[in-house]
């Protein structure tokens, strides 16, 4: 057995030996009250950054780039995994997580500017990201560093998903949703690790956003208005 895996099991058996009881009010049914669509990144601690330690609080999702839809016959449509709590578990609210320095950002990017070639699976991934970061891509500042564009299309990005999970039918009105930015790269003012709220219910202006929520004016930041 490789190390590193018997290393997990023991660690397993330290959170069994925790959570003994824990699981007693949700054995048979959940009821989270937000849904968390993450990137799958493993820089990307998806419970540890919100020190989640109790089952069903949240239902974490994770894919490259934080997406919520998928292709479906009928053309793209909310994902599944996303869309579960929101029609089964009564769930009001959704957060869309990006992160700085995203790959799957990055890789939308190169292969908008320059072409890549990818292994089937990714490129059909991409291809759920490119035509929605496309205008972001026309958008950016002509100055920027190509860390500081990603950084940008990082935003852009969330706020695409944002407005996905807003303009479907299959989203409830009463849902609301959350844009934030898990930072590790030290570009937005805050320790390594803090999130950032960048987009609430489709605003995305900082100063209107602070007004709108000054119980946590001090975690909305965008890196850019665009």
């Not at 048979?28 to 669509?37: I, K, L, N, R, Y």
């Not at 579960?84 to 769930?91: M, V």
């Not at 908008?112 to 958008?139: M, Q, Y």
Request: hydrophobic share 35%; charged share 25%.
């Amino acid at each position: 057995m490789d190390e590193f895996v018997t290393g997990l099991l023991a660690a397993n058996a330290d959170h069994a030996a925790q959570f003994d009881s824990r699981f007693d009010a949700v054995q048979d049914g959940q009821a989270p009250s937000a849904v968390t669509v993450c990137c799958s990144d493993s820089r990307v601690l998806q419970d540890a950054m919100w020190e989640n330690t109790e089952p069903g609080q949240l239902f974490s999702c994770g894919n490259i780039g934080n997406r919520v839809i998928q292709d479906t016959a009928s053309g793209p449509a909310i994902s599944g995994d996303v869309l579960y709590p929101i029609a089964h578990t009564g769930t009001e609210t959704a957060i869309v997580v990006g992160h700085t320095g995203c790959g799957a950002v990055t890789a939308a990017y190169e292969d908008l500017t320059n072409g890549l070639d990818e292994p089937a699976g990714i490129e059909h991934s991409l291809g759920l990201l490119k035509p929605h970061l496309a205008p972001g891509v026309e958008r950016l500042p002509e100055d920027l560093s190509r860390a500081a564009a990603i950084n940008r299309l990082v935003e852009y990005n969330v706020d695409r998903q944002i407005d996905h999970l807003r303009h479907s039918d299959d989203v409830p009105d009463a849902v609301t949703t959350i844009g934030v930015v898990y930072d590790f790269q030290d570009q937005y003012d805050g320790k390594r690790g803090e999130v950032h709220v960048i987009n609430i219910d489709g605003e995305t202006d900082v100063d209107a956003l602070q007004a709108a929520h000054p119980e946590i004016d001090d975690r909305i930041e965008r890196l850019w208005e665009y």
